[in-house]
């Protein structure tokens, strides 16, 4: 028998955000075995292998097998590649493979959202999208597929992406609009979503209004920053796990070893919301922070969704 292959199209038109978002709330009340991700230099010159295995014993089991080879841009190839091999978790023996780019986009922004029922508030109307990249439509459309959103304002420091990514999201119905100043938009925004690669902060927590749930999802290294300390000094803090976003997650990691921020200001981590052991948003005023690196519990759970929704693999 061969072994299916299901490309980036066919995981994007089995991944339905709320359905995958309503898969990921329960497997995160079930839970799995999700060691933290194995990163290797391969050529010691920036080249990195990343893997992210999980396994349900006895039912489920994968890995994702993630590189990041930055000088790829010099040969007009893409940076980051990824593949996920989904195994039978009582034989071992090989089910699947399926695209791990579309994958984790996908998972990455229904888990975002899905933390965002229980922080932000629910008649919030305006979001505000930071980032132009391949992430950013798919936190547009999935914040928007949990939230009755009525304003999407995109921001990236190259003002012609910005105007096109909000063109496209216009064109599949969302009620989108590239915003130039962005200081004014965090001003303005119920809730922010930032997915960039940023090193030096871009979201500055003295421009927040009461009320504002800030989602960060770009960075998943310790030198990788999206908030400054004045949001982090501000903000009810939530991570998807405690195990990655504390030994991975910049805007935490280094807040932490600057005295700005203790440990114990982290209040829950996504399981937690999800089995209400903590309530997630408890005043209309106050600014929470939902701060994700990623879990491989998330790859496994949109990999056998994409097998249980797909009819079969795809070349």
Not at 14 to 38: K, Q
Not at 235 to 251: N, Q, S, W
């Amino acid at each position: 028998m061969q072994l299916p292959f299901f490309s980036a199209a066919a995981v994007h038109a089995a991944l339905d955000y709320t359905v995958l978002a309503e898969a990921l709330r329960a497997a995160f009340r079930v839970g799995c075995t999700a060691p933290l991700r194995h990163v290797h230099d391969v050529t010691g010159k920036g080249d990195r292998l990343l893997l992210m295995p999980a396994w349900r014993q006895g039912e489920d089991l994968g890995v994702k097998l993630v590189t990041v080879f930055p000088h790829n841009r010099e040969r007009g190839a893409a940076t980051v590649s990824a593949l996920y091999v989904l195994l039978d978790g009582a034989t071992g023996h090989p089910r699947a493979l399926i695209d791990g780019e579309a994958l984790t986009l996908r998972r990455t922004a229904a888990a975002s959202a899905l933390a965002s029922t229980f922080l932000s508030r629910e008649d919030s109307a305006t979001l505000l999208v930071i980032g132009t990249g391949a992430l950013a439509p798919h936190m547009a459309r999935a914040h928007c597929a949990m939230r009755p959103l009525k304003t999407v304002l995109i921001w990236g420091r190259k003002p012609e992406r910005a105007q096109a990514l909000a063109a496209r999201l216009c064109d599949e119905g969302l009620p989108a609009q590239a915003h130039a100043d962005l200081e004014q938009a965090l001003g303005k925004a119920d809730i922010v979503t930032c997915a960039t690669t940023a090193t030096d902060p871009i979201v500055r927590g003295a421009l927040l209004s009461p009320g504002t749930h800030v989602d960060l999802v770009g960075g998943f290294t310790p030198q990788m920053r999206e908030g400054d300390d004045e949001l982090i000094a501000r903000a009810e803090i939530f991570v998807d796990t405690y195990d990655g976003a504390l030994r991975e997650a910049g805007d935490l990691v280094q807040t932490m070893a600057h005295g700005v921020l203790a440990r114990e200001r982290v209040l829950a981590e996504l399981a937690e919301l999800i089995k209400g052991i903590h309530p997630g948003r408890r005043s209309r005023d106050a600014i929470t922070l939902f701060k994700s690196v990623g879990t491989a519990l998330e790859d496994l759970c949109a990999a056998c969704l994409v097998l249980e929704r797909s009819p079969a693999g795809s070349e």
